[in-house]
């Protein structure tokens, strides 16, 4: 399986929370250690109900890399 880019997009994923981030600081844990080499994401809407959220012990809603470099 090949890793997935930043490319075209100019998305970011947190190394540590593995959310796709935009800006130069992490909105969710604060941290500025990021990376391009990511594969796959999810979109969690409600963590609540999710089986993925809690497998990835996720707990806001947002849009998450599945695996990061």
Not at 17 to 38: P, Q
Request: aromatic residues 6%.
């Amino acid at each position: 399986m090949g890793m997935a880019t930043r490319g075209k997009t100019g998305i970011k994923v947190c190394r540590k929370c593995r959310i796709m981030v935009e800006k130069e600081i992490c909105a969710l844990c604060g941290g500025s250690d990021f990376t391009t080499t990511w594969s796959g994401f999810v979109i969690i809407l409600d963590p609540a109900k999710s089986g993925i959220a809690k497998k990835m012990e996720v707990s806001v809603p947002g849009k998450f890399a599945l695996r990061v470099r």
